[in-house]
Each structure stands twice: as C-alpha cells, then as structure tokens.
C-alpha cells in the first residue's frame, strides 16, 4: 500500500470514529462498509465495522467481523475487548472469558481486558472470580471509570455492603458519575438506610433528570419511609420519562390504592391488566391482588415474572450446582422455612403455635427456620427461636450464601412463607436448594415459579374447578389451610368513648390494610350504613390524607363523615382487645382479611363475599371451619342484606356472637395439635413420592 493510499485509509477510518464517538451509528456503517469493500485485509476496518454492528445491536454480524479482525491481527487488543463485548452481550459469557483472556497478555498494562473479564465471570455466576478481575483492573489502572463501581456492585451481590460503599464513595469522589449515584443508592437501600439512599437517587436525577430510573428509585425510597404522596409523584414522574415502564405503574396503582386515591384507578388499572396481557415482566404479582382480576391473568403476571428470574438465576445455579443427597425411606424428615415474618409479624403470629408442635413432632428429624427480617427484640422472635432447631438470620445475606445455608443442612422440605410477598426471596429458591420446595401461606395464590413443587391449600380457598390456574402440584389440607395461635392474649379494651365509638348503635369493623379497601367495597359498607340507623364504620387509620378523601367520599354518598371512626395502630393483645367493641366485621374483596382469625379469635363475626381468585376466598375457609357459613354471602347484594339484618337487630348479632363463641371453643380451627397432624401427612406424602423417585403430584 503506497503512502497516498495509507493516508486516505487512515483519514477514513477517523472519520468512522469520530462518526462512532457522536453515536451517529448509520452513518458510520455505511462508511465502514465501502472501507472493507477497498480494504478486505485491513483488521482495523474488520473491527471498526464489527463496533459499528455492535453499537447498532446486530450482535451475530458484529461477533463474526471482529472475529475476522482478530484473525487478521492476533495481537489487536481493541478487537479482543470489543469482541468479547459482544459476545457478553449476545449471553455467550463464557466464550467472553475467555476472549478477555487471551487480550490480557496483549496490553498488560491496560485495564479494559480485566474489567471486561470481571464483567465475563460476574454473567457466569463466578462473584469472587469477578471480584479478583476487577481488583487486577484498578491496580493497573487506578481511575478505569468502570471497574472501581463493578467492584462494588460484585461486593453488594456477595453480601459485602460496606466495602461496596466505600469503594463506591471513592469512584464517586473521583467522578460523581449517574450510575455510581445509582448504586449506591441500591447499597444504602441493601441496609434499610432509605433516607440516605433517597438522597443518593435524588443526586443521580440532578445530574440526569431525564432518566426514570432515578425517579422510580425515588419513588420506592419514599414508599419504605412511608412518604406516599411523594411515592406517587415519582412514579408519575417515571411514566412520563418512560410510558412503557410497567414497573412504575404497577407500584403507582398500589399506593393510589394505599392512599385511597381512587379518582384515576380505572384507567390506570386497565392498563396494568394489558401490559400483563402483554407479558410485561416487571409487575410485581402481589400488586395484583388486590385487583379486580381473572386467575388466569394471575398465573400469567407470576409466571412472567418468574421467567425473568429464572433467566437470571441459570448460570449461578449451574455454578452452585446443589445437588440435594439421597434420603433413605423411612428417615425422619428435615424442614425448613423463609420467611420476612419471623418476628412480631401476621406471619410470625399465625405460624408459632404450629412450629412449637413440629418442633417435638416424631417424624420431624430438624426444623429450620430463615429469617429474612432483622430481630425486632419481640417475645414471639424469642418463641419462634426456641422452637428451631436451627435459626438462621439471613438477613442482608446474598442468595447464594443463603441458599447454601440451606443446602448443608440437608434440608428436604422447604416452605416459602413469602412467595411474591414484601421481602420474599423467590431467587433463593429458583436456585433450588432443597428437593422438594413448597409455596404457603403468606402469598394467597399461585406462584408460577418453575422452582417451587407444591402449593398448601385447601379445599374451599382453591377449588378443582380452578386448579388450570395453577403453576404448582396442589396439596390440599382436609381442613382451612391457615394456622393459628391459640395462645393469643387480649387486653381489655379503652372503653368506646375512649375509642371515639358511640355509646349506642351498631359497630361494623374492617381493620383490612387500607390498599384492600377499594371504591367497590367501601360503596357496599356505605350502602350497610345507610341502612342501618345510628351505627358506624370503624377503620384502621390510614394518615391523615388517605382520611380526609375517605370522609369526603363518605359525605359525597349522602352519609356523615361523622360516622367513620379510625383506629391507631398498637401492640397486638391491644388490637384484638379492641373487637371486643366491634360488632360485625365487613371484609373487603377481592383481596380479603387474611387475619381474620384475629376478629374471630376476639369473638368477632366476619361477613364476606367469597370471589374466584385464593386472596378472596381465606375470610370464606375460616368461616366454614367454624361452621358459619351463613356470613359467606353469595354477591353483594346478600353481603349488604345480611349486614343490614344483623345491624338492625342487637338480639341476632347476640345470638350470631355466641355462636362464634361455641364454635371457636369446639372447632378445630385453632387447635393446633390436630392441624399439624394434618399438615404432617401432607408433608409425609410429598416426602414419600420424592424418595420414590416419582414426581410432584396432586394431594388430598
């Protein structure tokens, strides 16, 4: 090639990238194009034309023109780390690791190579491996932009967040870079430092106020610090960034619903429902619950984002690879349970009577229990703890150091008390550390998790005619499904003055969270109001806002605000004492109480509509294990009729509450000792069936 010609090719080729530089990526091909029509032997065309595929993510073309520059000239250092770019890219790990590999002895002292096999090990599942490249980065090159914040993101998935923070702090100080605002923000949120970390998101959106995902971040801050008006504005913000953002809407319609802001709820609802139609990953399913929805559109929300962790958790679980051991046939069974409820929680409180039994039952070899939750000092942590065998917090732990936990204790049976609950870990088990892994209790519904085997039911919450809707082999309890606590105190209430109850008239109660009280349910509890003279409806106090829009609906139905009544939220004894006043407790739907064992173990009727879905159907299965099935209306209608009754007549409400009284005494609804036979059979049988080598199937 003479000069004139080595002249114009170099003249082009920085034309292509300065063309590359600006992102003007189409113009840059078509250039690069011609080059390696007039230069097929020229590598530095091959790889720029490979970057420019790349950019323009056409991945395979990309892969195969670096390849051939690479081929051209071994020694290329930019084409071995732009190669294996694109083949992290296309999920080709592996073959990126290696890649990065053979660049390395190509520029010794350039960090690019190691930062690029850090990233290479770190899809791979290989933390510490990526860890090691990434710390070989920053020793050759102090200040690479990228591998000081790899570093610390690798630190925080290994269940470091301290040296995750210093070493993002320190990058930062050097460049107060947007993602490095960005994970710190997920460090400090890693240690429940929400406050610090609202700030650190708020410093990523000054830098750049156009990205939404500074201001769904900021959204979720100020949802844990309880700022829910805030939380709604973020979220706003995040779809007008970011229409498509599934996510955000998601979060935004369940704070509308825990602010009782109901004007935009329809609209918005639909739109959540057609983006699961759609197969959007990123709704979380227990936002749904409280939606007006078919069980179909549940399985299908869960199992989308199921999918997504499952992609996700693959190359780990290849890496871990935690193959359970045998178990001979007649051995003891070994349990374990996760839960973010171990503590003075709905969880903790429903499952401690019936862990104390398991704990001295026979074919119950260990029983661990894992807590996702910090110690809040509570008497039920302590009971709780005293009835494992081993009590594991794993709180701030990394999946794969919990799942490993698990594993090494041979645990054969394990529960999700969680499943897509707050706080669940659903990447614990998709790492499948246990042979038999089980869905129960706190999530009401199919998990859709290919990793989970089993969902605990019962007959009434899940009926045969809806079981096409879900995912999991059914074990059905010959009994409600939900555990109880049979020990409960109750401390005698203030009395109704006191509490801002009237003297007289009949007390409906509905102490459900707030985001369950929708516009329909709250319209059905109005309409029993207005139809039985001088009573009232007693809520749980939802803030002052939430308050305020509730009175001014109430008004706007033609009912006194007046006779709304909230309660403030106090120690558990204190909260059942305070059914002692109630008369009748209205539920909600679609999503119903799930305590409701609480308002009937104080001595109050519950009255509810089963639906279709699991979460409108526990109020139902409490009521029919008592034998009251009268208060499981069939529609609206009966459930306002019935509460109309009752309300109008002192004597049946008398009658209905001394019934309750009978048959809490007689029932085995909370008696424990023949619940966990029950729920020890069902263990038993799944037991047998994996021993056996045979696979999940239906129970019971």
């Given at each position: ?126 933390l510490l491996g990526a860890g090691e490249a990434y710390h070989a980065a920053i020793k050759v ?427 403030q939220q106090r120690p558990h004894a204190e909260y059942l004492g305070l059914f002692r006043h ?119």
């Open positions: 090639m003479n000069n004139a010609s080595t002249t114009a090719l170099n003249k082009a080729l920085q034309t292509v990238t300065e063309l590359l530089v600006q992102q003007r990526v189409s113009e840059a091909e078509h250039q690069v194009v011609q080059l390696r029509i007039a230069w097929p032997k020229n590598a530095e065309v091959a790889r720029l034309h490979g970057l420019a595929l790349l950019m323009a993510d056409r991945i395979e073309p990309a892969c195969s023109a670096l390849s051939t520059a690479i081929a051209l000239d071994p020694a290329n250092f930019e084409a071995h780390c732009n190669l294996g770019s694109a083949l992290l890219t296309c999920g080709e790990a592996a073959k990126a690791a290696q890649t990065f590999t053979e660049a390395l002895p190509l520029a010794p002292t350039q960090a690019a190579a190691w930062n690029g096999l850090g990233n290479a090990r770190h899809a791979m599942g290989d090159e102090p200040d690479h932009p990228g591998a000081q914040i790899n570093l610390a993101a690798v630190e925080l998935a290994l269940g470091q967040p301290e040296a995750a923070e210093q070493h993002t702090r320190q990058a930062l100080a050097r460049r107060p870079h947007p993602q490095g605002w960005l994970l710190l923000g997920h460090i400090l949120a890693a240690q429940d430092r929400y406050a610090q970390a609202l700030d650190a998101y708020n410093e990523g959106a000054r830098l750049v106020p156009s990205d939404p995902q500074f201001t769904y971040q900021q959204g979720l801050m100020a949802e844990e610090l309880g700022l829910l008006d805030k939380a709604a504005s973020a979220y706003r913000r995040t779809l007008r960034l970011n229409p498509p953002d599934d996510a955000a809407l998601g979060q935004l319609v369940f704070v509308e619903r825990q602010r009782c802001a109901w004007n935009d709820l329809p609209a918005l609802s639909e739109r959540l429902q057609q983006a699961i139609r759609h197969r959007s990953p990123g709704i979380s399913p227990f936002v749904l619950l409280a939606e007006e929805v078919s069980p179909a559109l549940l399985c299908r929300c869960a199992a989308t984002r199921a999918a997504q962790i499952e992609a996700g958790s693959h190359n780990l679980r290849e890496r871990l690879g935690l193959t359970p051991l045998p178990v001979a046939r007649d051995a003891p069974m070994r349990i374990g349970l996760v839960a973010n409820g171990f503590h003075q929680h709905a969880t903790g409180v429903l499952t401690v009577a019936l862990l104390e039994a398991l704990s001295a039952h026979p074919d119950i070899e260990l029983l661990a229990l894992y807590a996702s939750s910090p110690d809040d000092g509570s008497e039920l942590r302590s009971r709780l703890q005293a009835a494992a065998s081993i009590f594991q917090q794993t709180h701030g732990l990394p999946a794969p150091t919990i799942a490993q936990h698990i594993h090494d204790d041979q645990i054969e049976i394990l529960l999700d008390l969680d499943g897509w609950c707050a706080g669940g870990r659903p990447e614990v088990f998709a790492l499948r550390p246990a042979p038999i892994q089980v869905n129960w209790l706190a999530y009401p519904g199919t998990s859709s998790m290919p990793w989970i085997n089993y969902l605990i039911a019962d007959h009434f919450v899940l009926p045969t005619q809806e079981r096409a809707h879900y995912s999991e082999s059914i074990a059905w309890l010959p009994r409600c499904y939900q555990p109880n606590d049979p020990s409960r105190t109750i401390t005698p209430p203030p009395s109704r003055s006191a509490l801002g109850l009237p003297k007289q008239g009949t007390v409906f109660v509905c102490f459900n969270a707030r985001f369950k009280i929708n516009p329909a349910s709250f319209e059905r509890m109005l309409a029993v109001l207005r139809a039985t003279p001088g009573s009232v409806l007693w809520l749980l106090d939802p803030g002052t806002d939430a308050q305020n829009r509730l009175r001014h609906y109430t008004t706007t139905h033609g009912i006194e605000a007046s006779r709304l009544v909230f309660a109630a008369d009748l407790f209205l539920d909600s739907h679609p999503y119903n109480a799930h305590t409701t064992s609480d308002a009937l173990w104080a001595g109050c009727p519950v009255l509810t509509c089963p639906g279709h879905n699991f979460a409108s159907r526990v109020a139902g299965s409490l009521n029919q294990q008592l034998g009251l099935d009268a208060l499981n209306a069939t529609d609206d209608a009966a459930f306002i009729r019935t509460a109309t009754d009752l309300g109008n007549h002192p004597e049946a409400l008398q009658t209905l509450r001394q019934q309750l009284q009978q048959s809490r005494d007689h029932s085995e609804l909370f008696n424990m000792q023949a619940y966990t036979r029950d729920f020890v059979a069902v263990l038993k049988n799944m037991a047998i069936r994996q021993r056996q080598g045979l696979p999940p199937a239906d129970l019971g």
